[in-house]
C-alpha cells in the first residue's frame, strides 16, 4: 500500500519569513495529492490540493509542489502570519474514490 | 464548501457501554464515507471505508466486530464503538467524499467526537 512520509515534524519560523514542509509518497500509481490544517481539537481543513497533471499550484501565501520522477511534494508558505501556527499533514491518493493515505504531520509555529 | 457534520462532538461512558456516532453530508451525497481515529499529536489512522449500501472495508489491525460502520444513506454513516475499554478513548473523524466531477477526490472533515472511556 502507499506510504506517505512528512518532514520536518516541528518547524518553527519567524512571522514573515517562509515555511516549507516537504513530503515523498511511495505508490507511482497515486495522482492526487492533498494538504490539510489542523488546529487543535478541531478538523482537518483542506488548504490546498494538487494533481499530477500539474507541476505546481498556487494560492496566495501558499504553494505546492509536485515532483513525480522523485515521488516528492512540497507545501511552501510564504509571509507567514502567527494564525498559520497548526499542524500540517499531506496525503496521497490514487484518486477517484481510492482511500486517501496521510502523512504523520508537521506541527508549525509562527513566532510573532 | 461541503459541510460535513457529526454527533456527538464528545462523549464520556463507562467501560464496557457500546457508543454510537454519526457521520452526516449536509449538502451533498457522499457515496464514500471515511472513519479515522487520532490519537494527541499523532496523525489520522484510516479505520475504515464505508461506501453507501455496502459492507464497510475495515483496514488491516481493526476490529470489524469491535467498532460496527453501516452507511445506510447517502448522507449518513455511523461507527459504533462496542464494549468500549480505556484504550479506545480517543478522536474519531469522519470524512466524506461526495461524486463526479472536480470534488470526487476532496474528502471533507466532519468536526469529530472525542470519545472518554472511564
Known amino acids: 500500500g502507499e506510504n506517505v512520509e512528512q518532514h520536518p515534524s516541528t518547524l518553527s519560523v519567524q512571522e514573515g519569513d517562509s515555511a516549507v514542509i516537504k513530503c515523498t509518497y511511495s505508490d507511482s500509481a497515486s495522482n492526487y495529492f492533498p494538504w490539510y490544517k489542523q488546529e487543535l481539537g478541531k478538523r482537518p481543513q483542506l488548504i490546498i490540493d494538487i494533481r499530477s497533471n500539474v507541476g505546481e499550484k498556487k494560492d496566495q501565501r501558499i504553494a505546492v509542489t509536485l515532483n513525480k520522477t522523485a515521488k516528492h511534494f512540497s507545501l511552501h508558505i510564504t509571509e507567514t502570519q502567527p494564525e498559520d501556527s497548526a499542524v500540517y499533514f499531506c496525503a496521497a491518493s490514487t484518486g477517484g474514490y481510492q482511500k486517501v493515505t496521510f502523512g504523520t504531520g508537521t506541527k508549525l509555529q509562527v513566532i510573532p | 464548501g461541503a459541510v460535513v457534520s457529526q454527533h456527538p462532538s464528545r462523549v464520556i461512558c463507562k467501560s464496557g457501554t457500546s457508543v454510537k456516532i454519526e457521520c452526516r453530508s449536509l449538502d451533498f451525497q457522499a457515496t464514500t464515507m471515511f472513519w479515522y481515529r487520532q490519537f494527541p499529536k499523532q496523525s489520522l489512522m484510516l479505520m475504515a471505508t464505508?461506501?453507501?449500501?455496502?459492507?464497510?472495508?475495515?483496514e488491516q489491525g481493526v476490529e470489524k466486530d469491535k467498532f460496527l460502520i453501516n452507511h445506510a444513506s447517502l448522507t449518513l454513516s455511523t461507527l459504533t464503538v462496542t464494549s468500549a475499554h480505556p484504550e479506545d478513548s480517543s478522536f474519531y473523524i469522519c470524512?466524506?467524499?461526495?461524486?463526479?466531477?472536480?470534488?470526487?477526490?476532496?474528502?471533507?472533515f466532519g468536526p469529530g467526537t472525542r470519545l472518554t472511556v472511564l
Open positions: 470524512s466524506a467524499r461526495g461524486r463526479g466531477g472536480e470534488g470526487t477526490d476532496t474528502q471533507y
Open positions: 464505508s461506501n453507501e449500501g455496502s459492507k464497510a472495508t475495515y
